[in-house]
């Protein structure tokens, strides 16, 4: 088992920052440093949607992203402390949501959440125009 906790979310101006993370705790016998991890957000209303992870340690910790966040947002894991960070820049009033990371296995990882089989509880975070 995998629980999830994220935090570091808030309210901000458009063109802020902010700063997300997530700390796995496994049960003994699971290694974080196997699971595809990656961060999704969902508005009132929409889809959860995936925008961006970043794979097990053991098949590369390559980052992916969304074309919605690509080049304003940066994943990336500490596998040493079971950590996901999630650096949000140039913030938009259509980043307002809920976001989410998850857990899934590395073989499936990709930005679907039917990938992700362990989920957190979410984080808001807010951008005003």
């Known amino acids: 088992q995998v629980h999830l906790v994220e935090s570091g979310g808030g309210s901000v101006q458009a063109g802020g920052n902010l700063n997300l993370s997530c700390v796995a705790s496994?049960?003994?016998?699971?290694?974080?440093?196997?699971?595809?991890m990656a961060w999704f957000r969902q508005a009132p209303g929409k889809e959860r949607e995936g925008i961006a992870l970043?794979?097990?340690?053991?098949?590369?910790?390559?980052?992916d992203y969304d074309n919605s966040v690509k080049g304003r947002f940066i994943v990336s894991r500490d596998n040493a402390k079971s950590t996901l960070y999630l650096q949000m820049s140039a913030l938009k009033p259509e980043d307002t949501a809920v976001y989410y990371c998850a857990a899934g296995a590395p073989r499936v990882c990709g930005l679907s959440q039917y990938h992700y089989k362990y989920w957190g509880q979410g984080t808001q975070a807010t951008v005003s125009s």
């Open positions: 970043i794979s097990s340690e053991t098949t590369g910790s390559i980052p």
């Open positions: 496994l049960t003994p016998g699971y290694n974080y440093r196997n699971y595809c």
